[in-house]
């Protein structure tokens, strides 16, 4: 059976100012710089909220967790991203693969690539092999390069639990219901038959008590 399959694009940055590290994809990473923001600016986690959200038609990362709701202050990005991903699968998508790239010009990340995989892979429950992370530098040049900020971008593919024929008829039945409270609303008139012979029968009935 053919099963639906959608496609969602994550992307953020955060500034780099004076710190001991930052978390990406709920992994410590230590470093001479931290990465500014109002949750806890997990970067790369912000990314794949992106991307879930967006494959799914759920809006963003925003519209779900705005930076002007003061309950979102400091906010895990791990438990933000758990709460992304069960309102994407209530509405019947399963992940197929995430691939992920951090583009950092300091520190190296390719000793820490496999851990955030299997993080990311644990918050999401979802298997480590379908989860790819990969790092690049800015090569010494622009916001990257110069170490003003870190940036993350994640593709998403989510597949469907239902096969098209079984969307099409579970839409079907639930216009149904609908459609027969409709028809119930307007309250059927039975006129009421008058005959022929109802007819004559009347008359004589009234040229009788005229005769009286």
Do not use: Y
């Amino acid at each position: 059976m053919n099963h639906p399959s959608r496609i969602g694009i994550g992307h953020d940055t955060h500034r780099l100012i004076p710190g001991d590290g930052f978390l990406l994809g709920g992994v410590f990473i230590p470093h001479d710089k931290t990465l500014k923001g109002h949750s806890d600016a997990d970067v790369l986690l912000h990314a794949v909220i992106d991307a879930l959200l967006g494959a799914a038609a759920l809006g963003d990362i925003g519209d779900m967790f705005p930076d002007t709701a003061e309950e979102n202050r400091g906010r895990s990005s791990a438990e933000m991203l758990r709460l992304a991903w069960k309102k994407v699968q209530c509405g019947g998508w399963k992940l197929q693969n995430l691939d992920c790239i951090v583009f950092a010009q300091r520190p190296k990340l390719g000793m820490f690539k496999q851990e955030i995989a299997r993080n990311i892979a644990k918050l999401l429950d979802v298997t480590p092999q379908q989860v790819n992370v990969k790092a690049k530098t800015g090569e010494g040049v622009g916001i990257v390069g110069e170490e003003l900020v870190i940036q993350a971008e994640c593709a998403a593919l989510l597949v469907s639990n239902q096969s098209v024929e079984e969307r099409k008829a579970k839409a079907l039945a639930a216009a149904r219901p609908a459609s027969n409270t409709a028809s119930a609303a307007i309250p059927t008139v039975s006129a009421p038959i008058t005959t022929t012979k109802a007819l004559h029968a009347s008359r004589k009935d009234d040229l009788s008590m005229k005769k009286r």
